[in-house]
Structure formats: C-alpha cells, structure tokens
C-alpha cells in the first residue's frame, strides 16, 4: 500500500500551465538578450585582458527566471542577488576545504548553497549550479577566491536585475519586481 501511494504522486495533480502570448516571449526575448550581452560584453571585453570574468553559467538560468518567469518567488530581486552571492561563497568555501576529494566538495557546495538559501529565504535555482561552478571550474575562478562572490556573482546579477528592472517595466503588461525583501 505504501509504494502504491507513493508511485501514485508521480501522476501530478493539475494540468499543464496555458501558453504564453506572443508579447510575452518577445520582452522575455529582449530582456534574456539585453541582460546577457551587458555581462557577456563586459567580460569578454572589459575584463578580457583581467584574472577576472563576468559570465558564468549559472546567469543562463538566471535570464530564464528573471526575464521570463518574473511573477516566480524565485526570481525576486533577494533571490536573484542573494541566492548567488550566498550560494558563491559556499562554493568557494567547499572547495578550499575539500579540494582534495572534488566529489565532496561538489556534494556538500550544492547541498549546503540549497539549505543556506531555503533558511535566508534567497532560493534561486541558479545558485546551485554558482556555489557547483566555484568548484568545478577552472583555474581562473579558483584563482579569484572568494572574489569570486563578488565579481561575477554579485556584480553579474546585480547587472542582470538592473537590465530586468527596465524591460520587465515598460510594457503595461508585466510588473517586476513583485517585492524586494
């Protein structure tokens, strides 16, 4: 009885959410697009010749929330900024101690990045794979240290909010943020 309740929650509870319109995916577009070629530029160019950088993977599925899932709890300003910068020095910290065994660094970067965020009240998926990146990356972000947090993690996010908070406000149809703290 006990296997069968629980495979019976595997069936999901509700429909598909509705399709989103056209003008919907077009400011997501902009915005996915303006947000990523201000940090993309600016590391590729600004910081190029610099022991630092700008883009990080994570801000890939940064873009996804804060410009096309705005109305998400987990794309808010304290989530967007804080998860990263939280999740960021975890990751740093996991790796200085742990760098010998990469498996439990990895292990305990993300799943501690996940409690810390859930208890601050920051959670923002992204930053899973932020405190992941301060640990698998490559030499230049082991290079920066805890650095790291703040240059990409909490300037690259704080640039992606900024871009947000202007695309995601000139159309009469979207409102962002829907609270700050």
């Known amino acids: ?22 003008d919907e995916v077009l400011w997501s577009w902009a ?10 530029y ?5 910081l190029a010749k610099s022991d630092h950088l700008m883009l990080i993977g994570s801000f890939g ?11 998400s709890p987990l794309a808010q300003p304290r989530n967007l ?4 910068v939280l999740s960021a020095l975890v990751g740093v910290t996991a790796f200085k101690l742990f760098a010998g065994q990469m498996w439990l660094a990895s292990s305990l970067a993300v799943a501690t990045a ?8 920051t959670l923002h998926p992204p930053g899973g794979a932020t405190a992941l990146i301060a640990v698998i990356g490559s030499p230049k972000i082991h290079g920066l240290g805890y ?11 704080v640039l992606m909010l900024l871009v947000a ?3 995601n406000n000139v159309p009469k149809s979207r409102r962002y943020p829907e609270y700050w703290l």
């Not at 650095?147 to 996010?157: D, E, H, I, K």
């Open 31 to 40: 915005g996915a697009f303006l947000g990523t070629s201000l940090v993309a």
């Open 114 to 121: 996940i409690a810390l965020m859930q208890l601050t009240r």
């Open 61 to 71: 599925a940064s873009a996804v929330l804060v410009y096309g899932a705005i109305e």
């Open 42 to 46: 600016l590391s590729f160019n600004v």
């Open 81 to 84: 900024v804080g998860g990263h």
């Open 165 to 167: 908070l202007i695309v």
């Open 1 to 22: 009885m006990r296997i069968k309740g629980f495979l019976s929650k595997m069936r999901g509870g509700s429909r598909a959410p509705a399709g989103i319109g056209r």
């Open 147 to 157: 650095l790291y947090a703040l240059v990409p993690a909490a300037a690259g996010s």
